[in-house]
Each structure stands twice: as structure tokens, then as C-alpha cells.
């Protein structure tokens, strides 16, 4: 039984339009999960995890790198500033920007045009991808 619809949505591309069961985001405050009949919200979201969870029981999970969500009359729109199925993350790409973000944080104290949160932002997205990857397509998790 058809329970929410939801679009989850980037600069570049529609990535999920469906029905599913519920929806656990990553939440400025923290993670909050959305059923059936839900309050109307909107919400900021963290780089985190989105756990989507189908109504034939299967469940899908996508690495996320913030953005925003609506929720009016069981219809949720998730615009994110970037998203990727667990199982389309590419950890050897992950783990370079990773690289790419730690050796410019390491290089901030003689660069001063560096730009740290950013390179923090990059890192921290970096490392999401990875553990997501790990833990749902490995059954471990990244420590870095």
C-alpha cells in the first residue's frame, strides 16, 4: 500500500520519484524519520544518510551532501546538493577527494588562500560516502 510520494531531486537530475513506506533524513538538529500523515515541515539537512524504506519491504540507502526537505500532505521533495545510491558510490573516488581534502587542510598553515571550511565540508562528504558505502555494501565501517 502506497504510503508517501517522494522526489528526491539535484541541480543535475531527478535521482528517486516513488512511493515508499517512510524516509529517515539527516537533519540540521539531527535524524527524524517521515511517515504517513506527517506535519507539514521543512527542514535543512546535513551531509548524512537518507534511509528510504519501499513498501514491498526492501530498503535503500543514499549518501547525501545536505540540502533541503518539504513535507505537505504525504508528498515529501527532497532537493540536495548532491546524493548517491550506496550501491553507486565510488569508494576509490571517494577516497581520493578525501586525499585531496586532508593534504589541503595539511597545507593550510602555509597557505593562506586556502579555504578550510570548505576543504572540511569536502572532507567530511568524502568520508560519508565511504562509510556508507562500507557499512551497507561491506558490513564495516571506514575509521579515518
Known sequence: MAQLN???ITPSKIIFSGEVYSV???GTDGNFQIL?????????LE???I????????TEFFATGG???EVINNKITLLADSVEKSNEIDP?????????????LAEKINDKTIDVARAQ????????????YEKYLRGTEVKH
Open 6 to 8: 517522494l522526489n528526491i
Open 24 to 26: 529517515t533524513v539527516p
Open 36 to 44: 504517513k500523515n506527517h506535519a507539514p515541515i521543512i527542514s535543512t
Open 47 to 49: 551531509i548524512g544518510l
Open 51 to 58: 534511509k528510504i524504506e519501499l513498501p514491498d519491504g526492501s
Open 67 to 69: 540540502g533541503t526537505v
Open 92 to 104: 576509490d573516488r571517494a577516497r581520493a577527494a578525501l586525499n585531496r581534502a586532508k593534504q589541503r
Open 121 to 132: 565540508a569536502a572532507s567530511a562528504r568524502a568520508l560519508n560516502r565511504l562509510n556508507i
